[in-house]
């Protein structure tokens, strides 16, 4: 069944040019997409809205990492006679997350990929779009994301680039230092952080870490942000070579260059999806390096079949035999066989997450079911899942609970 928007409704009975205009004039106050209530207490009409200009359009799509459909479900359709296009969707009153529109041209130059224009909000990351943004949806009851935004009356200090060269990798790539606002050298040793993905300017925002330190929540930290480059599909999921340079290249290098400390309980490892995945399989095989991990949605369901070559994740599985039985994933795998390391965990995961096949589900129930074993094997850990998908709308703020718990155990 279809679900209307009641304003759609009431617009659809007076189509005049000043009926319209309103509309659209109301929208650009608060904003997109619609959003109102239902006799639910959790569940709000979330209605997609994009303008068509004088470019025709053939179609208009919404595309977001948090829902479950088809799509043929996605697909907005055109109030007749009017510049609107449209789509309603039920949707839970607390979640989260970034979104844009696949638009076709009628002129025949193919689809494109745009960020609502005038969103609600926005995050700072393209997320494929070309204004170096993301539109992101934040329903009435999301959890808050208090430290995430930049605070002008925030001290910072400085971002240094860097090239580094790895023998081990045979290769090269660019880091970024993000030093706090009065880092001295001579006053260190400083705890650090390696943020996997460090290329991408919406995970984690420096600012997030600077407003923890200038709220005294954490001490000053220096933040490493790690470049991935085109070979990111083969060096962050379980490369043990990619650890060993990370553990007995780079950090050394940035130890005797920033002065940080030589205690792996003040050193973190950070990344989301495959950079949550680097980040534990680098810990657990070098705890003498790094003693915390944060990780944000670790691709946790990946076997070691699915390893083999990146093509296989999404190539054709029915070669398999029949009554193979199936594999342990394996991050998995690792923890449970891997005498327990002196590592804290902190560990999150959307609650509808949906990955790219084979992933689907088991994004979230191989996260659930790494947490079980961590918890087994006796790991000082903790972990939740947030009411969204496979979203840095929501990394980009949990990277502060992450670092809250490393800093303040309980």
């Known amino acids: 069944m279809t679900t209307l928007s009641p304003t759609i409704a009431a617009l659809a009975e007076n189509l005049t040019p000043t009926a319209i205009n309103a ?23 979330v209605t997609w809205l994009y303008r068509e200009s004088d470019r025709a359009i053939n179609s208009v799509e919404i595309v977001e990492p948090f829902s479950w459909k088809e799509r043929s479900a996605r697909q907005l359709a055109k109030l007749e006679g009017t510049d609107i296009w449209y789509l309603t969707w039920r949707v839970r009153s607390d979640l989260r997350g970034a979104y844009g529109f696949n638009i076709t041209w009628a002129d025949g130059t193919g689809s494109h990929h745009v960020n609502d224009p005038i969103a609600r ?21 999301a959890s808050p994301l208090p430290w995430r935004y930049a605070d002008a009356s925030v001290p ?21 230092v993000h030093t706090p ?24 925002g420096p600012e997030v870490i600077d407003n923890l330190i200038a709220a005294g929540r954490i001490p000053p930290l220096v933040a490493i942000m790690v ?25 050394p290098w940035l130890r005797a260059e920033y002065n940080l400390s030589t205690d792996p309980g003040a050193a973190i490892l ?36 699915l390893m083999e070559t990146w093509e296989r994740k999404y190539g054709d599985m029915s070669s398999d035999p029949v009554g193979e039985p199936a594999e342990i994933p394996y ?21 509808v997450e949906n990955g790219p096949a084979p992933a689907r589900i088991w994004q979230t129930f191989g996260n659930r079911w790494l947490h079980d074993v961590l918890q087994l094997k006796g790991y000082d850990t903790t972990y939740r899942e947030y009411i969204g998908g496979h979203d840095h709308a929501w990394w980009r703020g ?3 609970d992450g670092l809250i718990w490393i800093f303040n155990p309980e």
Request: proline share 7%.
């Open 398 to 400: 949990t990277i502060a």
């Open 23 to 45: 509309f659209w004039a109301e929208r650009e106050r608060e904003g997109t997409p619609l959003i109102e209530p239902t006799a639910e207490a959790n569940v709000s009409l």
């Open 181 to 204: 606002a009065g880092y001295e050298k001579s006053a260190g040793p400083y705890p650090f952080m390696v943020i996997f993905d460090g290329e991408e300017p919406g995970y984690p």
């Open 331 to 351: 991050l998995i795998q690792q923890f449970r066989d891997t005498e327990r390391q002196p590592i804290r965990i902190w560990h999150e995961c959307g609650g």
């Open 227 to 251: 470049d991935q480059i085109e070979i990111r599909d083969q060096e962050l999921p379980g490369n043990p070579d990619f650890s060993r340079a990370l553990a007995t290249e780079l950090v």
């Open 156 to 176: 910072r200090d400085a971002r240094h680039e860097h090239t580094f060269c790895s023998d081990i990798l045979g290769n090269e790539r660019r880091i970024w």
């Open 270 to 305: 950070n990344g989301g999806s495959y950079g949550g995945f680097c980040s534990a399989y680098t810990a657990l095989h070098h705890p003498d390096v790094f003693g915390n991990v944060i990780m944000h949605s670790p691709s946790a369901w990946m076997t070691p079949k």
């Open 121 to 141: 909000e926005y995050e700072g990351d393209g997320w494929h779009a070309e204004d170096g943004r993301t539109s992101v949806l934040v329903m009435p009851h």
